[in-house]
């Protein structure tokens, strides 16, 4: 993937359809438990990060656009890049990162799927959310040990 892209992407100013396109085996299996995303980064400026922008991306997954493992791929690209920027220290920063961090982090956190992108577009779009709770994260890791599997899947 190049970030290029995707800033066009969330620009409006390419398909959904030609960014999936670039995003396309961007991440590689490389072994079990080991993940190699390629992403071919922006050297010069900044692009901001809002609101808005991720609710595309969940409006794009909830229509069947974007699959869930597009989205941990942007997510990445945005958490790893100098290019894309939000800002922490503002309301709407703060709700940014909680929502990149969890897209980029399903395996300890919630995972990425068509119900909980209508939470998370949710909470986007009102800043108020009663799924994404500590207890909620519980029942999914309980669930885990019941079902006599440790969390790593070992």
Not at 54 to 64: E, F, H, M, P, Q
Not at 120 to 126: A, G
Request: with cysteine; proline share 1%; aromatic share 12%.
């Amino acid at each position: 993937m190049r970030e290029l892209k995707l800033k066009e992407y969330l620009e409006n100013s390419l398909t959904v359809e030609e960014f999936v396109t670039d995003l396309e085996n961007s991440q590689q299996k490389t072994g079990y438990d080991n993940t190699s995303v390629h992403i071919e980064q922006i050297e010069d400026g900044e692009f901001e990060i809002t609101k808005s922008h991720l609710i595309k991306i969940c409006d794009d997954l909830l229509n069947g656009k974007l699959q869930p493992i597009d989205v941990n791929t942007i997510a990445f690209a945005f958490m790893f890049s100098d290019y894309f920027i939000w800002n922490g220290e503002s309301q709407d920063g703060k709700i940014v990162s909680e929502v990149i961090y969890d897209w980029d982090n399903p395996e300890i956190g919630f995972d990425l799927t068509k119900e909980n992108f209508e939470h998370w577009k949710e909470y986007l779009e009102t800043g108020k959310t009663d799924y994404f709770t500590k207890e909620e994260l519980k029942k999914k890791f309980r669930g885990v040990k019941k079902n006599g599997m440790r969390r790593n899947g070992l």
